[in-house]
């Protein structure tokens, strides 16, 4: 098996039965899961071959030619998800129901087709709406749509990419010894004052925060972990190794986890690679525009960041949203 995402060497405690057996065990004691023994000596395996099964998709998909990616990572992907509901429910799947993907997008793609404009629309039954309520306790996300930009701008690594808008969409947070550091034009950016935005970021991440006013930065100290709190405005850039706080307060997809945020453009990404050949064909041979960096770049972050925060949701305190 190839050995090329570095994002699974954190998961080799989990390739040992007996070390698989035990977290599950802890898992299913903290969500008071009646016979959590017996249950985690029957789903340590299943868990380490959803693991397994997601890493060799994904190793395939760093040495894979483009056109092939998406397909590989989406796979990868599910299998990841799955390995996280078994630390949930260790009954999952308990019907087929449970085994769609839980989002569509249209098939046929319109002439004059752009990838930032098209939409995916959530569904009631499936692993989107599984995991949305099972891993981050979101419901009543039926019916909803997201188009490709409104997702991608919520993507703090790809802050940087003017083809997904000219617009700055996320603003770094400055680690200091007491909290960290941002610059007072947040307060304008949000149109709130401080106090406002304390309330609004509890709001949205069910964590206190308290915000000091300076006259060129604002102070804002987290009451806890940032890297665990999935629901977050706040989202780490893993390319640059920082935190930032997206500025699009008005999106339908500011409070989305990240997570939710690759899973559904993974999705769309796949299903283009599988049934809209001639568009997809077309669009690597002669990059007409900037779908192809916008998608390259996309892929290049998602192989290397989805295994990154399954993992941190994994070892997480579970922290409610």
């Known amino acids: 098996m190839p050995e090329n995402n570095d994002n699974f060497d954190k998961y080799t405690p989990f390739f040992s039965a007996s070390s698989s057996?035990?977290?599950?065990?802890?898992?299913?004691?903290?969500?008071?899961?009646?016979?959590?023994?017996?249950?985690?000596?029957?789903?340590?395996?299943?868990?380490?071959?959803?693991?397994?099964?997601?890493?060799?998709?994904?190793?395939?998909?760093?040495?894979?030619?483009?056109?092939?990616?998406?397909?590989?990572?989406?796979?990868?992907?599910?299998?990841?998800?799955?390995?996280?509901?078994?630390?949930?429910?260790?009954?999952?799947?308990?019907?087929?129901?449970?085994?769609?993907?839980?989002?569509?997008?249209r098939k046929r793609k319109k002439q004059q087709y752009e990838f930032l404009k098209d939409e995916v629309k959530t569904q009631k039954n499936g692993?989107?709406?599984?995991?949305?309520?099972?891993?981050?306790?979101?419901?009543?996300?039926?019916?909803?749509?997201?188009?490709?930009?409104?997702?991608?701008?919520?993507?703090?690594?790809?802050?940087?990419?003017?083809?997904?808008?000219?617009?700055?969409?996320?603003?770094?947070?400055?680690?200091?010894?007491?909290?960290?550091?941002?610059?007072?034009?947040?307060l304008d950016k949000y149109r709130m004052s401080s106090s406002r935005l304390e309330e609004f970021l509890k709001s949205k991440t069910n964590q206190m925060y308290h915000i000091s006013d300076g006259s060129e930065i604002i102070l804002l100290k987290p009451a806890g972990s940032l890297m665990h709190n999935a629901c977050s405005p706040i989202r780490y850039n893993l390319q640059e190794g920082r935190f930032m706080l997206s500025l699009n307060k008005d999106s339908p997809a500011f409070s989305l986890p990240e997570i939710l945020?690759?899973?559904?453009?993974?999705?769309?990404?796949?299903?283009?690679?599988?049934y809209e050949t001639e568009w997809w064909a077309e669009l690597l041979k002669t990059m007409p525009n900037d779908d192809y960096p916008c998608i390259a770049q996309f892929l290049k972050i998602s192989q290397a960041k989805v295994p990154s925060l399954i993992f941190e949701w994994l070892k997480s305190e579970r922290i409610g949203c």
């Not at 029957?42 to 868990?47: A, K, L, S, V």
């Not at 945020?261 to 599988?274: M, P, V």
């Open 21 to 105: 057996q035990l977290f599950l065990r802890k898992c299913y004691n903290h969500e008071k899961i009646a016979d959590a023994e017996m249950k985690s000596y029957e789903n340590c395996y299943p868990f380490i071959y959803h693991l397994e099964h997601a890493k060799t998709y994904y190793n395939q998909a760093a040495i894979a030619p483009l056109s092939i990616q998406p397909i590989l990572c989406f796979y990868g992907f599910a299998q990841l998800l799955k390995a996280c509901l078994l630390t949930i429910d260790p009954n999952y799947p308990e019907s087929t129901s449970l085994l769609a993907h839980g989002v569509t997008t």
């Open 127 to 186: 692993l989107f709406t599984c995991i949305s309520e099972k891993m981050f306790r979101i419901r009543h996300l039926e019916g909803e749509k997201y188009s490709m930009g409104t997702l991608l701008k919520e993507i703090p690594d790809m802050h940087n990419a003017s083809w997904v808008t000219p617009q700055k969409n996320f603003i770094a947070l400055l680690q200091t010894a007491d909290g960290f550091q941002l610059p007072q034009s947040v």
């Open 261 to 274: 945020i690759h899973y559904l453009i993974s999705y769309n990404l796949s299903i283009i690679a599988r």
